[in-house]
């Protein structure tokens, strides 16, 4: 059975299993190594028991499953949450439990790929969260999340970057890209950032004035 670091640090990213794409268990594994809370959405409940991962919280409505208790006996102890608010998604209602546990770093994964309207509403309900904590998500291909308003950070020459507006982001000048922006305006469905890559060895930086930009830095298999 895969386990997870036993240290309950809410300092530690946490992690959230969704019930979009798997990805790779090199990913995976990667991220419970260092997660003190492993919180698993009910639709993806069976494929994660699969795995043989230890789980610490299962959250959800549970319509498709009405008795998760006898999947996860030999997992005890585990904490069962019923959340059956149909104004949120169930990956919604994970973050803000976590958050309301003084987490303030969660890692995400399984939140693309599959049904397209539920990977553009996972990736876009990042922004909900900024300045609240630190959330990443990840699939096999990309590492999104939200930038604050100046970001500096060191990337190897090539490596593909995207930096999508949700809504209308204004001012943003950028050092250290392909394609530099130099006090300009990103709007999502009229003009993003996509497709650009660090320019050389060495920091990019990004500023900007107004709105939220997710950054998405990806990567081919």
Known sequence: MSSHHVVRDTQEPALIIANGEACSMDLLN???????????????????LELGIKIDIVLGDFDREHHP????????????????????????????LLLSRNHKAINIVWATGRRADHTINNVTNLVRYKGEATLVMYDDYSK??????SFDKWYVK?????????GVVKGI???????????????IGFKSGSSNEASVDGTISIHYQEGNLLMMECWDR
Not at 69 to 89: G, M, R, W, Y
């Open 173 to 187: 000048t950028t050092q250290g890209l392909k394609y530099n922006l130099h006090n300009e305006d990103l709007a």
């Open 30 to 48: 990667q991220l419970l190594e260092w997660s003190p809370t492993v919180m698993v959405l009910d639709g993806a409940l069976q494929r994660v």
């Open 69 to 96: 208790e006898q999947f996860l006996a030999h997992q005890q102890p585990v904490e069962i949450i019923h959340t059956p608010d149909q104004n949120k998604t169930d990956l919604e209602k994970g973050i803000d």
């Open 144 to 149: 999104i999340y939200c930038l604050p308003n």
């Open 158 to 166: 090539g490596t593909p970057i995207s930096l999508i507006p949700i």
